[in-house]
């Protein structure tokens, strides 16, 4: 993604951008950023919304979720090589068309297969816009100036996950689901234009560098199959169904296929030789296991709100967004400790909170009031940036200085595949522990038939006692079951923080600034 640089200010023909139309061209970068991350969790309080509307149920519902990450995981490793190809400019702009096109497709989709068709395009075209927002950023401020334009690129990329929940909650809410993706159009038919008629001056001449295709390939041969098999395995009871064993068997084959393929080419899409710092293996792993984990908890949280809580969408997302305050404003001093602390402590420290907050969640209750509720949640965003700002500096910091684009990329891709993947493993196993909860506690269900005898006293015939009680079991053995999937998730959290002491001390500093998103 260096197709740009930075553009020389005093070279014939080209004139930079200066003060308000700089500032312009920033806004234009850190508002196609905002809606790529946005789209991220919008959709999360949406998935009982959407799962009625098109009669599915709420495990189909969150491919909406999962889709639009794995597409979005696999489009990243080849951001770099499009900019080279056909400019930093031109593929951004087009993104952005091309972003609004497949949102409108998703906003029009009377069906589960033509919207999760519609968001696996829109991460694709999403995934090249964070990455590229960035570097366009950087490409266009002077040197001195880069701070400022990061700080407002940053500022998007930590407002849009809090916003994105209660901006879907309202629009669900008030008007219908199909809104939650309109409203990307109208931004993408102004910002895309504008983009390009303000950064083409900025186009580098095209470099044909060769793509591995067939690395490609079985990347989206493994990733696809794996995913497909985690949605569908509750569905197909798991590896008693031969569609199960047969994805399960591609994307095992798959993976070997494109690990052995991508260690011995000379131009692999995805650069796994990065692997033999340990400084970088052991990052990577904690990135997965904590975002991974993050991520499971912040689609389950309003799925059980709106679901079983009684929440409408909005509540819903006005209860997890919080978990994005302190995020906010804990970011700038993560920043400063990176260059003064080891980050290996900011990390230990902000995962092992993490996995303290999530501990406190596990006493969950259905008796809950909306900050006994929010309350953790405003807590977990404090450790938040202490996990990300770091972990970025020591897993960059880790590789040599020329593997630096090449690791950043295969972070990314790690970190939003986890978070996909993660999404299924915890959907799955909190319905399939919901059963097994209701099945232990039938037994024990009004043995002394006095509740029954008093429901029927007030006038409920048998079978609505029987629907009532049943009901009510059934609200329990979802909060049991949610209390024992976010123990999982607080052990993730903690073995991250464990897996962290792995890597050394990164041996050079890093400008965070260079992670990409």
């Not at 993604?1 to 850190?30: T, Y």
């Not at 927002?133 to 990329?157: C, N, R, V, Y």
């Not at 006005?318 to 003064?340: D, I, N």
Request: glycine share 10%; charged share 10%.
């Amino acid at each position: 993604m260096s197709a740009i640089g930075h553009a020389p200010k005093d070279a014939a023909g080209i004139e930079p951008l200066r003060g308000g139309m700089l500032w312009l061209a920033a806004i234009v970068l850190a508002g196609a950023n905002f809606i790529a991350v946005l789209d991220m969790t919008i959709a999360n309080v949406s998935v009982p919304n959407i799962s009625g509307s098109l009669g599915i149920s709420s495990s189909q519902g969150t491919w909406v979720i999962t889709s639009y990450a794995v597409a979005e995981a696999i489009v990243v490793p080849l951001t770099g090589w499009l900019a080279a190809r056909f400019g930093a400019a031109r593929v951004f702009a087009g993104s952005m068309a091309l972003f609004g096109a497949f949102s409108a497709l998703c906003g029009v989709a009377g069906s589960l297969g033509i919207l999760v068709l519609g968001r696996v395009l829109q991460g694709l075209a999403g995934g090249c816009l964070m990455p590229l927002s960035q570097t366009l950023l950087l490409g266009i401020f002077p040197k001195e100036k880069a701070p400022a334009a990061m700080a407002l690129w940053a500022m998007t990329t930590l407002v849009a996950p809090i916003l994105g929940p209660i901006l879907g909650g309202w629009l669900c809410d008030t008007f219908a689901w199909p809104l939650i993706f309109f409203i990307n159009v109208p931004i993408a038919l102004l910002v895309a234009p504008l983009a390009w008629r303000m950064l083409k001056r900025y186009q580098a001449a095209p470099v044909r560098a060769p793509i591995d295709v067939v690395g490609l390939l079985l990347l989206v041969v493994f990733v696809g199959a794996l995913q497909l098999m985690l949605d569908l395995g509750k569905e197909q009871d798991w590896f008693a169904s031969t569609e199960i064993q047969v994805l399960a068997l591609v994307a095992t084959v798959g993976f070997a296929a494109f690990l052995i393929w991508e260690l011995t080419q000379r131009h692999p899409i995805v650069d796994l030789r990065v692997f033999r710092h340990r400084g970088f293996s052991a990052g990577v792993v904690t990135i997965a296991l904590g975002f991974g984990a993050m991520f499971a908890a912040n689609v389950l949280t309003p799925l059980w709100l709106q679901s079983y809580m009684g929440y409408t969408s909005t509540w819903a997302g006005l209860a997890t967004a919080w978990s994005g305050v302190l995020a906010v404003v804990g970011a700038p001093v993560a920043g400063m400790l990176v260059a003064k602390v080891d980050p290996r402590r900011l990390i230990f420290c902000g995962l092992a909170w993490l996995a303290l907050v999530m501990a406190l969640r596990t006493l969950g209750t259905t008796e809950m009031s909306f900050w006994q509720i929010a309350g953790p949640l405003i807590m977990m965003g404090l450790g938040l940036p202490f996990f990300f700002v770091p972990l970025t500096a020591l897993t960059l910091g880790s590789v040599q200085e020329h593997e630096t684009a090449s690791a950043a990329g295969l972070q990314n891709f790690l970190r939003t595949l986890s978070g996909a993947v993660a999404t299924s493993i915890v959907t799955t196993g909190w319905e399939n522990r919901t059963s097994e909860v209701h099945a232990d506690l039938a037994g024990m269900v009004d043995r002394s038939g006095e509740a029954g005898r008093s429901l029927a006293d007030a006038g409920m015939s048998s079978d609505a006692v029987r629907a009532t009680l049943d009901m009510l079991l059934q609200g329990q053995s979802v909060m049991l079951a949610m209390n024992d999937i976010l123990w999982a998730v607080c052990a993730a959290f903690a073995l991250a923080a464990m897996v962290i002491w792995l890597a050394p001390r990164p041996t050079r500093s890093i400008d965070i600034t260079q992670a990409g998103h």
